[in-house]
């Protein structure tokens, strides 16, 4: 290690004086909004101190500078003293911390990318270190650049299994660009931790998870900066800084006292206020300078107008399963671009996510199977347009990760969820496998685009669309070989459906999506033959729906529909259509979709057996005729 230079006495003061004004910063703010978690501040001020005025490198002329380090508050509630962190550094006005919590206000009582200087939503406990793990990943692996990524983790939020899931990822993945600093202030919410202050259980655990582990004085500013000086010097390894700390440091008679979580200081404030000015030698501006120079190195990259390298090449008929289709646009998409990466949690042989290994297999990383963490490297590794992820598992497994998925929506993040193995109609794996909520899922995250291909060519097409689409995307795949239905230079658009079967003499519209548009069309050439005629649609995006097609199609076939769908009823295709016409005078819809939980089967025995087969859907197209 580097020889360790001490801070000389004056700048140790004046670090600790910083501390002291993030401490009174984050009382006057929630005073003035009278709402907050100012004890929760208290405990990590000489961290923030130390970080954000001794040891990070950063422009607080752009916060977000590909070259700067990056600072993740895992423990989101304490966001009065990151907004007081970069206040003192010059960023805004520190009268603007008044603002705390207003409706009109981006200072937010819990971090939010609206704000220049946040990189990701964090609140939600728990997911802040999967986040900064994917953000290590991709400076280590990708910009090897020298940028650092700090993560500061509450030790309440530490009893989540997301962060020991990303504590394994990044210590399997030596990311010694990686800090995590343990806030151990004893309290919780309601009741002290499970742990508590004992320092030792923390370390042998982080020891056994293969990381540095430092124990320190959380409010010794010697002991900090030494333990931030050796992370920088640790290689092959990330550090873990445990700070033993107390939750209200500092504030005369609540100090490690119960029951004070969550609560501005009320009538006690000035008090506590006066005190902590004592405690400050130097109560004129700073002399230290939070803007030590960066190394420029991390390279410029462009992640627009991402195309497929090749454009589809299959045959009418020609039977290939979308999520086959998946793996060979990736590639593709690969090919054109750099910054294209692939992230899955062990199941890229049956995702065909494995197909990026062709093209570079260093863009491909293995998450393991720990979902939420997948979820949460992902997100870290598109902060600031770094990458373009896709993130591939079952779609049932992506349940498991929804709280991070929609805390990608209020981050602002633009990954890319591709969800295989979907609906009964995976067969005898048996409904642990199959997913049938991922739709509704989805379609309940603010900005979402759902994508539904139902054939390889518009597969293909979906994932350079999505690759090219802010917000979070969901295509979902299915196991199933289907035909091919599209000619390769067909035009696919986000909210654009397409009529694959109709006449002048259609009676009813009938709407499937992935198989069950096949079995819709078998469904239609059955019914021909008795002089029966029905519309099928493809509506390509279950969000948005097309709105103004199905409307129109419907009065063209008398203002009957049926849909049909590989998924529950709430939520799906069936309820996306049903928004689409409400309000719309005589048009009715019939929904076919999988009543109950299922169980295992051939695909075909359950397809019939859950009433979605071509069969169930001549049966109720005969039924909506006699409406």
């Not at 500061?152 to 993945?173: C, K, P, T």
């Not at 190394?295 to 086959?324: C, F, H, Q």
Request: hydrophobic share 40%; glycine share 8%; net charge neutral.
């Amino acid at each position: 290690m580097p020889h360790y230079h001490k801070p000389e006495s004056k700048t140790v003061q004046e670090l600790k004086d910083i501390a002291n004004k993030l401490r009174i910063h984050s009382i006057q703010a929630t005073q003035a909004s009278k709402s907050g978690h100012p004890t929760s501040c208290s405990s990590m001020a000489e961290i923030m101190s130390v970080l954000f005025f001794h040891t990070m490198r950063y422009k607080v002329s752009a916060p977000k500078d590909p070259s700067s380090d990056r600072f993740v508050l895992s423990k989101g509630h304490a966001a009065p003293i990151l907004y007081a962190a970069w206040a003192e550094a010059g960023l805004f006005q520190i009268s603007d911390l008044q603002n705390l919590r207003k409706f009109d206000s981006d200072l937010e009582g819990h971090p939010t990318p609206r704000l220049n200087f946040v990189d990701v939503g964090t609140g939600s406990l728990g997911q802040g270190l999967s986040v900064a793990a994917g953000m290590a990943y991709v400076g280590k692996n990708y910009d090897k650049a020298s940028y650092r990524v700090y993560c500061l983790v509450g030790d309440g939020e530490s009893a989540e299994g997301s962060i020991w899931e990303a504590l394994h990822f990044a210590s399997h993945y030596k990311l010694d660009n990686l800090c995590v600093i343990f806030d151990i202030n004893r309290l919780g919410q309601s009741e002290a931790t499970s742990i508590q202050h004992d320092m030792e259980v923390y370390r042998k655990r982080l020891e056994s998870f293969g990381f540095n582990t430092l124990v320190v004085d959380g409010h010794d500013v010697d002991e900090l900066t030494k333990a931030f000086h050796e992370a920088q010097s640790t290689k092959e390894r990330p550090t873990a800084v445990l700070a033993k700390t107390f939750k209200g440091k500092n504030f005369p008679n609540i100090e490690d006292l119960d029951n004070w979580h969550g609560k501005p200081l009320g009538a006690k404030a000035n008090e506590v206020i006066e005190h902590l000015t004592t405690l400050i030698k130097n109560q004129g501006p700073l002399e230290l300078h939070p803007q030590k120079p960066l190394v420029e190195d991390a390279p410029k990259i462009d992640i627009s107008n991402i195309k497929l390298d090749t454009p589809p090449s299959y045959k009418l008929g020609e039977a290939i399963a979308t999520r086959a289709a998946y793996g060979t646009a990736i590639a593709k998409i690969a090919k054109n671009n750099s910054r294209v990466i692939a992230v899955d949690g062990d199941t890229k042989n049956s995702t065909f996510s494995e197909k990026i290994k062709t093209v570079d297999p260093k863009r491909y990383i293995e998450g393991y199977i720990a979902e939420q963490n997948l979820v949460g490297v992902a997100m870290g590794a598109t902060c600031r347009d770094r990458t373009v992820a896709f993130v591939s598992t079952f779609a049932t497994f992506f349940t498991r990760a929804f709280d991070q998925i929609r805390m990608g929506a209020i981050s602002q993040t633009n990954v890319n969820f591709v969800g295989s193995h979907c609906g009964v109609s995976i067969g005898e794996d048996g409904p642990s496998q199959m997913g049938l909520e991922d739709i509704a899922m989805f379609r309940t995250v603010p900005g979402s685009t759902v994508f539904y291909p139902s054939d390889a060519v518009s597969t293909e097409r979906a994932v350079e669309l999505a690759a090219n689409t802010k917000g979070v995307c969901f295509i979902r795949t299915s196991r199933p070989n289907t035909a091919v239905l599209y000619k390769n230079d067909e035009n696919f658009a986000i909210g654009k459906s397409k009529i694959v079967k109709s006449s002048p003499k259609d009676e009813v519209l009938v709407i499937g999506a992935g198989v069950t548009l096949h079995e819709a069309i078998a469904a239609a050439e059955e019914l021909a033959k008795s002089g029966i005629h029905v519309r099928v649609m493809d509506p390509f995006t279950i969000k948005p729906i097309d709105q103004a097609a199905i409307l129109a199609n419907a009065k063209e076939v008398g203002g009957r529909i049926v849909t049909v769908e590989d998924h529950y009823p709430e939520g799906g295709l069936g309820e996306a259509v049903l928004s689409a016409v409400a309000m719309t005078k005589n048009v009715i819809v019939k929904k076919l979709a999988v009543p109950e939980v299922p169980r295992s089967g051939p695909p075909t025995v359950l397809l019939d057996a859950y009433g979605i087969s071509a069969r169930n859907i001549v049966a109720a197209v005969q039924e909506i005729r006699k409406a």
